[in-house]
């Protein structure tokens, strides 16, 4: 089962950019990846996921400004956050699935200013 940091998330202002990273500590080639974000006082929510075979999936509130992309030579996941939004203010979480293994990194807050 593989560890999972995410790094990327700061503040930036509305119609900003970022890009997350999430590093696994091995191989996730045979993982599914997913992004998650978590508002205060809301539930998780799924926001963007990228199959073993690179099929992606993205929750509608961000099609469009979002990308979900992964580089298994680095054991890395991405998501390039655009046209940010302060609805978008929320901790953002790795997910890594494979048969009954299910990882999630500790977060990276991300934060929209109007």
């Known amino acids: 089962q593989v560890q999972l940091v995410e790094s990327g998330g700061g503040l930036v202002q509305a119609g900003g950019s970022l890009s997350l990273s999430c590093a696994a500590s091995g191989s996730i080639s045979r993982y599914a990846m997913g992004w998650y974000r978590q508002a205060p006082g809301e539930q998780r929510e799924l926001v963007a996921t990228?199959?073993?075979?690179?099929?992606?999936k993205y929750a509608d509130s961000v099609k469009g400004r979002f990308t979900i992309s992964r580089d298994n030579a680095k054991n890395t996941v991405y998501l390039q956050l655009m046209n940010l939004k302060p609805e978008d203010t929320a901790v953002y979480y790795c997910n890594a699935k494979y048969s009954r293994w299910d990882s999630w990194g500790q977060g990276t807050q991300v934060t929209v200013s109007s």
């Open positions: 990228i199959s073993s075979l690179s099929s992606t």
